[in-house]
């Protein structure tokens, strides 16, 4: 039985928590207010994960170092800088690999499908931002003072996940009423399954032979905002799904009241034309397999 310490109980920290738990393994789950599901096998911890020392003392003998975190959006810029060094330090120190959790933003705008060999050429603060943490971890990782590996997704779908779709669609179609959302309603889009995020970050820390890259999690074919609602109704037993695309400039207005709205505006892109993630790297050398667009849904309705 190994210590792996993750940070961040949200929808992939709590999934990877508890995958770990029910095989076996000891969890220590950090979180600012204690906080995370109850098992046996994790102890849930209140601490301050930006803290370096903090951090380095509770992942001291842990064989790996999860970063589930999820700094608030609009904050990304001023809230993951510290955190990110504050695990690559606590890594350095105690020997225990870095297992990040990142998106597709570093990528910026693409043309077709998006693999691990892209270039990260962010074109949003929060696409630099996330490319900058990975970046600095690449670099520890191939100078030797640590070891690290990051996995990608792309939007969330499952339980407790929290995404575009997830608050300006998802209830209203859940109601029968109308949704708006600032997007091409047809556009195939990707959506990763959290517990495939989890699944994913726990294979390749466990191996010596997969650090040192990104890897995409494994995702289900892409399917369209449209056709998603569609589903959601279906599953839901709720009236047909009715979705109509929001004009950006009312984001932007939102955006003048709103923080969240705001910090949306510069990624909108990603919903703008196809946004489609190439996993087959992950499912090809690691074996694993999506969870299928509909289970995904389903337990996000609940």
Not at 170 to 179: D, E, I, S
Request: include cysteine; charged fraction near 20%.
């Amino acid at each position: 039985m190994s210590l792996h310490v993750v940070v961040g109980a949200g929808p992939v920290g709590t999934a990877t928590a508890l995958l770990l738990a029910e095989r076996g393994e000891r969890v220590r789950l950090l979180t600012r207010g204690g906080a995370g599901p109850e098992h046996p096998a994790v102890e849930r911890v209140a601490a301050d994960a930006t803290d370096p020392a903090v951090l380095t003392g509770h992942a001291d003998g842990a064989v790996a170092l999860y970063c589930c975190a999820g700094p608030p959006y609009p904050r990304w810029a001023t809230d993951w800088p510290p955190l990110g060094a504050a695990f690559l330090r606590a890594a350095a120190a105690t020997g225990a690999v870095y297992a990040g959790t990142g998106n597709l933003y570093g990528y910026g705008a693409v043309d077709g499908p998006i693999t691990e060999e892209l270039p990260l050429r962010p074109n949003s603060v929060k696409g630099r931002v996330r490319a900058a943490l990975w970046e600095e971890a690449l670099a520890a990782h191939e100078s030797g003072q640590l070891r690290a590996v990051e996995v990608r997704g792309s939007d969330y779908l499952g339980a407790g996940a929290v995404t575009s779709f997830g608050v300006m669609v998802l209830p209203k179609v859940l109601a029968g009423r109308t949704a708006s959302i600032p997007a091409d309603l047809d556009a195939p889009h990707s959506w990763t399954h959290t517990g495939d995020v989890a699944r994913t970050l726990v294979a390749v820390a466990a191996d010596e032979r997969h650090l040192g890259r990104p890897w995409h999690v494994p995702t289900a074919p892409p399917v369209s905002i449209r056709a998603l609602a569609a589903m959601a109704a279906e599953l839901a037993g709720a009236a047909p799904a009715r979705v109509r695309r929001m004009p950006g400039i009312a984001l932007r207005l939102a955006g003048l009241f709103d923080a969240d709205a705001r910090a949306m505006v510069e990624v909108q892109y990603q919903f703008q034309r196809p946004f489609v993630l190439d996993s087959s790297a992950a499912r090809r050398e690691l074996g694993l397999e999506p969870t299928p667009t509909a289970a995904a849904l389903r337990a996000m309705i609940g």
